[in-house]
C-alpha cells in the first residue's frame, strides 16, 4: 500500500465494533500519519532576520514531510556550516596540541575531516579557523597549530564544513543528523526516524538542493512540526455498502494481481454480525476518504 508517497511493505488491517476499519504500520505497530503537519519553510540569517531564497536552493519544495506517525510540536533548523551540538565550548589547552579532545562519544561521531574548529583564549574568541585533517578515538585531529594568538588557549568549538555542511536539529529533540548540497538528481536526501521503545515511530524526511548564494555561517532554514495526527481510518458504511456491522471479523489479504493483473491489493473483513463480507482496494487509501468498498452477503 502507498502511504505520504512511499510503499508500505507490510500494512495492518484491524476492524472495530464500531464499523471502521484501521490502518497501521505493522512493521513497527504504530499508526499511520497522513497529516504532514510542515509549516512553510523560512530562510534566516544567525541574528534571525528573513533572507530571501533563491530558486533551486536549500530544501527542495514539497519535499519536506512527516511520515507514519506524529512527531514532537518543535522548530526543526537545517544550518549552514552551523556549530554541531555538542561540540561548542569544550575545553581545550596548548599542551594538546594539535589535538582538540572530546569525551563524549556520541558527539564525537558528528565530527567530519573537513570540519572547522574555532579556537578561544580568556579574552574571547581568537577568530581563526582550523580544519579538521582526521578523528581519532580521542577527538579531533587539525593540520596546523594555532596561531601564537589563540595562546593559551581555552575553549573551542567545531563547525560543519565538510561536504555535509548543513547541521540538522530540533529544538526539543536535539541533534539530528547531516546533510549536504545538492541538484536535480543529484538532490542530498535527508532521513530520521523518531524513536520510541527502540522502535521507529514518525520519519522526518527531506532532499537538499544547492546553497543559496546568500548562505552564511549560522544562517539556516527552519520549520515547525505540529503535534497532530490524521490516522488512517476508512469507515465502513452501511448507506453505501449496504451492510450492518456491529462486530469485527477476520481479515484476509489477497493479492489480485496474480489472477486479473490488478495494480493494487485487496483485504477481505468478514463481519459475521452482518452476515457479509468487505472488499478494501488498499491502493486508494487516502486522507479522510470515504469507504465505497463493495460488501458481499
Request: hydrophobic share 40%; glycine share 12%.
Amino acid at each position: 500500500a502507498a502511504q505520504g508517497g512511499a510503499v508500505q511493505p507490510l500494512v495492518g488491517v484491524v476492524t472495530t465494533s464500531s464499523g471502521a476499519i484501521e490502518l497501521f504500520d505493522a512493521d513497527s505497530l504504530v499508526p499511520y500519519n497522513l497529516a504532514n503537519p510542515i509549516q512553510a519553510v523560512r530562510f534566516l540569517s544567525a541574528d534571525g532576520s528573513v533572507i530571501s531564497r533563491t530558486d533551486g536552493t536549500g530544501p527542495r519544495a514539497g519535499s519536506v514531510r512527516i511520515e507514519r506517525a506524529a512527531a514532537p510540536d518543535e522548530d526543526i533548523s537545517i544550518m549552514f556550516q552551523g556549530v554541531v551540538p555538542g561540540l561548542d565550548g569544550l575545553a581545550t589547552s596548548d599542551a594538546d596540541g594539535l589535538l582538540f579532545k572530546v569525551g563524549a562519544a556520541d558527539a564525537l561521531t558528528r565530527i567530519e575531516v573537513g570540519d572547522q574548529v574555532y579556537v578561544s583564549t580568556a579574552a574571547g574568541d581568537c577568530g581563526v579557523a582550523l580544519t579538521v585533517s582526521s578523528v581519532t578515538t580521542d577527538g579531533a585531529l587539525v593540520g596546523s597549530p594555532p596561531p601564537a594568538a589563540c595562546s593559551p588557549r581555552t575553549l573551542f568549538s567545531v563547525r560543519a564544513a565538510s561536504a555535509r555542511h548543513y547541521v540538522v536539529s530540533g529544538a526539543t529533540t536535539g541533534y539530528l543528523g547531516r546533510v549536504g548540497a545538492g541538484a536535480g538528481d543529484l538532490g542530498q536526501p535527508f532521513v530520521y526516524a523518531y524513536l520510541s521503545g527502540g522502535m521507529p515511530t514518525a520519519v522526518l524526511s527531506f532532499t537538499m538542493d544547492a546553497d543559496d548564494p546568500g548562505a552564511l555561517p549560522g544562517s539556516a532554514y527552519v520549520f515547525h512540526t505540529a503535534f497532530t495526527a490524521l490516522a488512517t481510518s476508512i469507515p465502513a458504511n452501511p448507506s453505501t455498502q449496504v451492510c450492518t456491522t456491529t462486530l469485527p471479523g477476520t481479515v484476509i489479504w489477497a493479492n489480485p494481481a496474480l489472477a486479473t493483473g490488478a495494480s493494487a491489493p485487496r483485504a477481505y473483513i468478514a463481519y459475521p454480525s452482518a452476515n457479509g463480507v468487505l472488499e478494501l482496494d488498499l491502493g486508494t487509501v487516502t486522507a479522510a476518504s470515504t469507504s465505497i468498498a463493495p460488501c458481499y452477503r
